[in-house]
């Protein structure tokens, strides 16, 4: 069934509205790819139905393995019920740039050697302990890297910095727009309301409850 242009354009809209949304969840950080990632993202298939480009079934498979122990199953399916190792996999390849692609690509091994280091197994062979804890101190050195360049960054008082960004900040915005922006993410993570019948400013918020999803 063909979509409406109205649908199309309201689609688009609420895709920016997402990845906005999901800026916010990051603490107002600019993703990776920046105007290529939107563009890629508002022209994307709900569903990747083949292994995009120098991704194979496998690779995916483990992206969503490490997307999953970013955001794990809990009360609400996790990253890999929304098939956010695909969506990463397909951002990469229409989005990122050659030397970001190669950053990305290395770091999926850098993890698997970070966990044969730690515990001597594969990712995909490690518990879900073992691979939070690998994660976990991943993410204490991207935010280190990144740190330290914007501080030389805002030292030297020039552009910021071309190189691109350490490759567990890329996989970490990835997992998180990926999940956030799919129907699991927006309609059981998030509260939807698929179509409110009036606007409210504001309404009374209990600690716990989820955020509210972008309407769709």
Request: with cysteine.
């Amino acid at each position: 069934m063909n979509e409406s242009p109205d649908t199309e354009q309201l689609q688009l809209v609420n895709r920016r509205e997402a990845i906005r949304r999901v800026g916010v969840l990051l603490g107002g950080v600019a993703f990776v790819g920046g105007q290529d990632l939107l563009a890629a993202v508002e022209k994307a298939n709900s569903a990747v139905e083949h292994a995009p480009g120098k991704f194979s079934a496998q690779d995916i498979a483990y992206l969503d393995e490490i997307a999953e122990t970013i955001l794990p199953a809990t009360k609400t399916p996790g990253a890999k019920a929304a098939k956010t190792g695909a969506f990463m996999a397909l951002m990469v390849t229409d989005c990122y740039s050659p030397a970001q692609q190669k950053v990305f690509l290395d770091g999926m091994r850098n993890v698997d050697e970070a966990m044969r280091r730690a515990n001597n197994v594969s990712f995909m062979a490690a518990t879900p302990e073992q691979r939070l804890a690998v994660l976990t101190a991943l993410d204490r050195e991207q935010k280190q890297v990144m740190d330290a360049r914007e501080a030389a960054d805002r030292k030297r008082q020039g552009p910021a910095s071309p190189q691109p960004a350490h490759y567990f900040r890329m996989m970490k915005e990835l997992a998180l727009l990926g999940f956030f922006t799919s129907k699991i993410g927006c309609t059981e993570a998030l509260r939807y309301v698929e179509a409110p019948g009036r606007f409210d400013p504001c309404l009374p918020y209990a600690p716990g409850q989820p955020a509210w999803a972008a309407h769709a």
